[in-house]
């Protein structure tokens, strides 16, 4: 896991598969189980593995549905495992499948989980050119997610704002009259990605940049 959330995603998915190992011989730790192959599954997404996971995706929540466990119907319906069917050009079952897994998820308070269902949700806008949605999605979502702590964590804070980054520069090509502001609001995200000086995150800066450059 730790490895993972430094940004090593080879060893942490290499890492992920020996402890889910050794956990399906053992009783009591579902929990355990369905986080080790989340973080494994996070790593080969970060890995461009996509093809991989389509593979081994659906069959874990198969598995999950099967034996009624919702935190791992989740862990793979959305966030990056979402991405497999968008891969597949099928962002209608994209968005079922995170409606699916989350409904039943409380509303209460945002959850981690939410977090997960909030990125894949606005991905999926991104995909069908819909900024607007997205944006206006992320400035409802954003005091929650704040709110909720998570930013604190390194690996969710930095995926958030590359998330909103990503957003406002594509609403600035569909809004040119917002452009100058969009775009100073995508660099002003990217540079705070900079600030944490993650190795792993550099290239979503310099990519950011890149489209500013280009918007």
Known sequence: IAAALEGRWKTGHEACERAEAIFRSSTGVAWEFSTMRWFSMWSLANLGEIGKLSQIIPDRLREAKDRGDLYAAICHSTGLANLIWLAEDNPALARERSREATQAWSQRKFHVEN?????????????????????????????????????????????????????????????????????????GDAAKIEKDKMRWAMPWVNLLRAGIAMT
Do not use: F, H
């Open 115 to 187: 977090w997960w269902a909030m990125l894949s949700d606005r991905q999926t806008e991104l995909y069908m050119g819909d900024a607007e949605a997205a944006n206006k999605a992320i400035e409802a979502q954003w005091p929650l997610l704040s709110g909720s702590m998570l930013l604190m964590v390194q690996l969710t804070r930095l995926e958030a704002l590359q998330l909103r980054s990503r957003v406002s520069l594509m609403l600035a090509t569909q809004k040119p009259g917002d452009r100058k502001a969009l775009c100073r609001a995508a660099a």
